[in-house]
């Protein structure tokens, strides 16, 4: 199958499949022009995951990802509009803000719901199709099949939540969109770090991880959030620090055996 520009797809036989939906940083300029600076309209990008998980085609895993920027159409939310928090402050399928609240577009320019729906049909819908073919794929060849959906956010968000947030945060939808098994053994990688690593708690994964997760079929979602501090350096400037290998190595060596723990208990 021929897939757009903007959507990666690399094939792995490996019972994993590593979504990453928010590391996209492309903004058609037809949309660009309508937001307030470039900056602003990359602030919540999932910065860098690309080069951090880059191990991840050597495990033999399937792997895909978007080059649109989450500004664009957001891969991980309800197409219904349905709020994945509800009472809590979110974004849309087509944010109009950031996660502060800041609006990213100039008075007047937001998308109309004609734009979204076209939006949705141009770019998420793709996606979608793209994760349920190699979910097939995959589950012809193995009776376990895991979506590791990843994710990072910054570390300190008040609109979102209060405090600083752990190095690590799991969501397996309070424990549906899993085996009990499969999550246990992921976060016991991190047992002997110096990462805090909780499960379910401010984070309890997204539409994909909600979605796909059926562990009854034997398709097991896990959605795994780094505080971006974890890997890079975080600044109170728009733009990111560039990234670092010398700084990212360490939680490399626990995703890495993460992800081979994973693959493990898929094949067993």
Partial sequence: MIHP??????RGEAPVLASIPHAGTEIPEGIRRNMVSPALSLRDTDWWLE????????LGVTIVRTKVSRTVADMNRDPSGISLYPGRATTELCPTTTFDGVPLYKPGWEPSQDEIEQRCSTYFRPYHEALEGEVARLSALHKRVVIYDCHSIRSVIPRLFSGELPHIS????DGLSCSPALSALVAATFSSSRYTCVTDERFKGGWITRQYGKPEQGIHAIQLELACRTYMAETDKLEPAPYSEARAREIRTYLKLALVRIIDWGQS
């Fill in 170 to 173: 799991i969501g397996t939808n």
């Fill in 5 to 10: 520009e903007w959507l990666v797809v690399e």
């Fill in 51 to 58: 080069y951090l998980y880059d191990f991840l085609r050597d």
